[in-house]
């Protein structure tokens, strides 16, 4: 399974197809189930894209070839003592994402690396 950081998800609505990370993650890994963290859907909602009935169309069109992962007990402690434990902030929701990560024997992919580096246990995928 692959995490997909919210950053590929707006890459993907922004970028044509020809230029879309989440378009050619797929053609790479075509056996691949990928996944975003519920957390990410709000971090999307926040956009004012999704104001307009067509930009909030196109995010639904693309969520529903992705698997949506709860937020749980587990997820939530491990996203904690990601921001306790690491030697620099984090944003709440990254530390979500990569516990989501995690505690799903994932990889993640992200166009923000930086946002995640040093996070234990955490694999990245490359881009």
């Known amino acids: ?18 230029k879309s990370k989440l378009i050619k993650a797929i053609e790479s890994f ?3 189930r990928f996944a975003v963290s519920i957390i990410s859907i709000q971090e999307l909602y926040e956009g004012q894209s999704t104001k307009r009935e067509s930009a909030e169309r196109d995010l639904l069109t693309t ?3 992705i698997e949506i992962l709860p937020y749980t007990y ?6 904690g003592k990601i921001a ?8 709440i929701a990254d530390a979500t994402i990569a516990a989501t ?8 992919m992200t166009l923000n690396q930086k946002d995640f580096m040093g996070i234990k246990e955490l694999k990245l995928l490359e881009n």
Do not use: C, F, W, Y
């Open 30 to 32: 075509p056996n691949e």
């Open 101 to 108: 990560a995690i505690v799903n024997k994932a990889n993640l």
């Open 84 to 91: 306790r434990d690491l030697s620099r902030p984090i944003e």
């Open 74 to 79: 587990e997820i939530a402690s491990l996203a």
């Open 63 to 65: 969520l529903t070839k």
């Open 1 to 18: 399974m692959v995490v997909l950081d919210t950053s590929i998800i707006v890459d993907h609505l922004r970028q044509p197809a020809e």
